[in-house]
C-alpha cells in the first residue's frame, strides 16, 4: 500500500492517543503469568500487540477480544509447549519478551518473525539467557529461536553491554516466571514499563540510590487484580506532535497520552528547539503517568541532541529528524547506532528519505546532523519506507511542508502500530491518501 501526503495549510483538533504498543505488549505476557480474570482497556490493537497475543494462547494462555477490550481468563492448566512456530511477525519487542518468558517457564518453543525481524539481532537476549541457564539454538544469534526445557539459575545478575528496555525486559521476565530474583545492571536508563507493572501488581523492584544503574527484581508473589486500563502511546503521539509544529497556524489538543519520563525525552528536546507545547490533566494510570497534550505550529530552533537521552527517544528519532528538518540550523544527533538495528537500519533509511526530499544531512555511524529549511520542499521522487512503520509515518508528516505532496512507498506496515495513523491524521487536518 503507497499512501501519498498533500500539503496542508493548518490543522486542529482534538484526538485521543492510541493505546501504548510497548504496555500493551507487557500486560499480556504479565497478565498471563499472573494467572488470574482480567479485563484489559485501552489495548492497542495493532500486529504487534496481537502476534504476542497469538504466541501466548498458543503457549497455552487464555486471551480473548471483546470490544474494545481484551479478556483475559484464569487458566487450569500450566503452560503448554506450543504445536507450531510461534511466529513475532514485525515485533521485537514481543520476540525478545517472549524469549525470557518461555525460558523461564522451561518449556520448548520455536519463534520466528518476518523478513526484518529475522534478520534483527537477537544474541543480545540469547546470550544473557544462556548464562542464566537457557537452553537456546538460533541461526547464528537470528531467528527462529528454538528454546529447549532448561532450569533457570536463582540470583542472577548481568551488566547490560547496551542501553536495551527489551533486553531488561527479557532477562526480567525470564527470572520471574522461573520464581527466580535477578540484578541488572543498566548503562543509562531505559523504558520501566516492565518494573512498574511489576509493582503495580505489588511485586518488589528496587533501584540502587547512586548512578549506578542498578535494578533489583525480588522472587515476590505478585497480586491479581481485576482490570488493566493502557495509557496512550507517546510514540504515536510524536507523529501529531511534529505534524501540528511544523505546520502554520496549527493548534491539537491529543488526549491521554503516557507521559512516563522514560519515554518522552522528545518532549523536552522540542522545547528546547523552541516547540510550543504545554500538558495538562496529569493523572497516574496503573503507576503510569499520563496527560493531555496541547501544541501548537511553532519556530523551530536546530540544537545538538544530549547523548544521554538517545535511549528515551530512540523510537522517536525519525520524526524528530522530520522537526529538524524544517527548524533553523542544524540539529545533531549522536550515540544512536541503536537505530541501524530497528524495524530497518533507520540511519540509512532517513538519509535515503532526506536526500529526496532535499535537505542537507550528514549520517555517521552513530547518528546524523540535518540542516532545516524555511522553504517549501519539492519532492519528485518517492520515498522508500523500507517496510518500517515510523519511517513511513514520519515522512508522510513531512508532506505538510510540501509544495505538492509526498508519495510514501509501502505503508503496510503502519499497522503494527498505528492502525489508525491515516484517519486519525485526516481528522485534524491532514490529507494522507491511498494512492498508486
Ligand atoms: C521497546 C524498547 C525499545 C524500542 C522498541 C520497544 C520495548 O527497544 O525501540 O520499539 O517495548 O521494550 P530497545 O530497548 O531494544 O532499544
Redesign the pocket.
Known amino acids: 500500500m503507497n499512501l501519498t501526503s498533500t500539503n496542508t495549510n493548518s490543522l486542529n483538533g482534538e484526538i485521543i492517543c492510541p493505546g501504548d504498543?510497548?504496555?500493551s505488549?507487557?500486560i499480556l505476557i504479565l497478565g498471563s503469568l499472573l494467572n488470574c480474570d482480567m479485563e484489559i482497556s485501552g489495548f492497542l490493537d495493532a500486529n504487534d500487540p496481537n502476534s504476542t497475543l497469538n504466541a501466548l494462547n498458543e503457549i497455552g494462555a487464555s486471551i480473548k477480544k471483546s470490544g474494545s477490550k481484551v479478556i483475559l481468563c484464569k487458566r487450569e492448566l500450566p503452560f503448554i509447549k506450543p504445536s507450531q512456530n510461534l511466529d513475532l511477525g514485525n515485533s521485537?519487542?514481543g520476540m525478545?519478551?517472549m524469549i525470557g518468558l518461555i525460558s523461564g517457564l522451561g518449556i520448548n518453543a520455536t519463534l520466528v518473525g518476518d523478513s526484518s525481524l529475522s534478520k534483527r539481532p537477537m544474541s543480545?537476549v540469547i546470550k544473557p539467557l544462556k548464562e542464566m541457564g537457557a537452553k537456546i539454538q538460533s541461526n547464528e544469534g537470528k531467528s527462529p529461536i528454538e528454546i529447549i526445557e532448561s532450569n533457570i539459575s536463582s540470583e542472577f545478575e548481568y551488566k547490560m553491554p547496551?542501553?536495551?528496555?527489551?533486553?531488561?525486559?527479557s532477562l526480567i521476565l525470564a527470572s520471574l516466571s522461573s520464581n527466580n530474583s535477578i540484578t541488572i545492571i543498566e548503562p543509562k536508563i531505559?523504558?520501566d514499563?516492565?518494573e512498574r507493572m511489576i509493582e503495580y501488581f505489588g511485586g518488589s523492584v528496587t533501584h540502587s540510590n547512586d548512578e549506578s544503574g542498578r535494578i533489583t527484581v525480588d522472587n515476590s508473589k505478585l497480586t491479581s487484580k481485576d482490570s488493566y486500563e493502557i495509557v496512550g502511546d507517546f510514540?504515536s503521539a510524536a507523529f501529531v506532535i511534529v505534524a501540528t509544529l511544523i505546520s502554520k497556524e496549527s493548534k491539537v489538543v491529543i488526549k491521554n497520552v503516557g507521559l512516563n519520563p522514560s519515554r518522552c525525552g522528545l518532549l523536552e528536546i522540542l522545547v528546547l528547539m523552541g516547540a510550543n507545547i504545554e500538558i495538562r490533566n496529569q493523572k497516574i494510570i496503573c503507576n503510569e503517568e499520563s496527560g493531555d497534550i496541547f501544541v501548537k505550529s511553532s519556530y523551530l530552533n536546530g540544537i545538538d541532541v544530549p547523548e544521554d537521552i538517545i535511549?528515551n527517544i530512540?523510537?522517536e528519532i525519525p520524526i524528530l529528524s522530520i522537526a529538524a528538518s524544517f527548524a533553523k540550523g542544524t540539529t545533531s544527533i549522536k550515540n544512536a547506532s541503536?537505530l541501524r538495528v530497528?524495524?530497518s537500519d533507520r540511519l540509512e533509511a532517513i538519509s535515503d528519505g532526506l536526500k529526496k526530499l532535499n535537505i542537507r544531512h550528514e549520517t555517521f555511524e552513530d547518528g546524523i546532523s540535518i540542516t532545516g529549511t524555511n522553504n517549501l520542499i519539492a519532492v519528485d521522487e518517492e520515498i522508500n519506507s523500507f517496510d518500517d512503520h515510523r519511517i513511513a509515518m514520519s515522512f508522510l508528516v513531512a508532506g505538510i511542508r510540501s509544495v505538492n505532496n509526498i508519495k510514501v512507498r509501502n505503508c503496510k506496515n503502519i499497522e503494527t502500530?498505528f492502525p489508525g495513523f491515516k484517519d486519525i491524521m485526516n481528522s485534524i487536518g491532514m490529507k494522507i491518501d491511498e494512492k498508486n
Open positions: 504498543k510497548s504496555i505488549q507487557r521485537g519487542t525478545r519478551l543480545r547496551i542501553a536495551s528496555a527489551q533486553v531488561k525486559s531505559t523504558r514499563h516492565t510514540s535511549p530512540i523510537d541503536e530497528k524495524e502500530s
